[in-house]
T-cell receptor, first 114, second 113 residues
Framework: AQKITQTQPGMFVQEKEAVTLDCTYD???????LFWYKQPSSGEMIFLIYQGSYDQQNATEGRYSLNFQKARKSANLVISASQLGDSAMYFCAMREVNFNKFYFGSGTKLNVKP | ETGVTQSPTHLIKTRGQQVTLRCSSQSGHNTVSWYQQALGQGPQFIFQ???????GRGNFPPRFSGLQFPNYSSELNVNALELDDSALYLC????????????FGPGTRLTVT
């Protein structure tokens, strides 16, 4: 089974609107961390947000929030008030703490329209 | 504070050759991880080094090996290059146990012909 699944290869959103990027995960490790990264066309990988498996509250970082639903094994990224500069590839990732392995999804390409 | 740097930026090698890629960690970081990102795909975890010891490994064959030095810089070595090894190789540094602060370098683009 895939460790990280991102089912949206590409998405469009209008500038200033909110958008949700989907991510589901699969692990038997009770201790894990979930991450979202942004990769612009220039190639650098930029950390956006982190959620630990034991965190009770959803993580937020500025315009980014992570909708963590543990029972459903989902960790969706919500970007509020989209900006043109948000156009990029977005990757969901997971670290299995006890197994010390790290997995990335296949990514979602977000295009923000003016 | 210096960020993560990688060298070289681009590299072209022939099938069967060996290659060494280098990564300099962010100041103060003692953990480095390496990833392979094929075109149009997400990165795949190769391995992680913590204080000069391998500390986790993904599903890569033994011809992928690494080193971490006392100054926490790192090398990725790939022997017997195959065409499928063509990819962007990313390294990321962090403080151990603080994976929310994993900083990536700009990557090395390897082309195997």
């Amino acid at each position: 089974a895939q460790k990280i699944t991102q089912t949206q290869p590409g998405m469009f959103v209008q500038e200033k609107e909110a958008v949700t990027l989907d991510c589901t995960y699969d692990t038997s490790d009770p201790s894990y961390g979930l991450f979202w990264y942004k990769q612009p066309s220039s190639g650098e990988m930029i950390f956006l947000i982190y959620q630990g498996s034991y965190d009770q509250q959803n993580a937020t970082e500025g315009r980014y929030s992570l909708n963590f639903q543990k029972a459903r094994k989902s960790a969706n990224l919500v970007i509020s008030a989209s900006q043109l500069g948000d156009s990029a590839m977005y990757f969901c990732a997971m670290r299995e703490v006890n197994f010390n392995k790290f997995y990335f999804g296949s990514g979602t390409k977000l295009n923000v329209k003016p | 504070e210096t960020g993560v740097t990688q060298s070289p930026t681009h590299l072209i090698k022939t099938r069967g050759q060996q290659v060494t890629l280098r990564c300099s960690s962010q100041s103060g970081h003692n953990t480095v991880s390496w990833y392979q990102q094929a075109l149009g795909q997400g990165p795949q975890f190769i391995f992680q080094y913590y204080r000069e010891e391998e500390n986790g490994r993904g599903n890569f064959p033994p011809r992928f090996s690494g080193l971490q030095f006392p100054n926490y810089s790192s090398e990725l070595n790939v022997n017997a290059l195959e065409l499928d090894d063509s990819a962007l190789y990313l390294c990321a540094s962090s403080l151990a146990r603080e994976w929310d602060e994993q900083y990536f370098g700009p990557g090395t683009r390897l082309t195997v012909t």
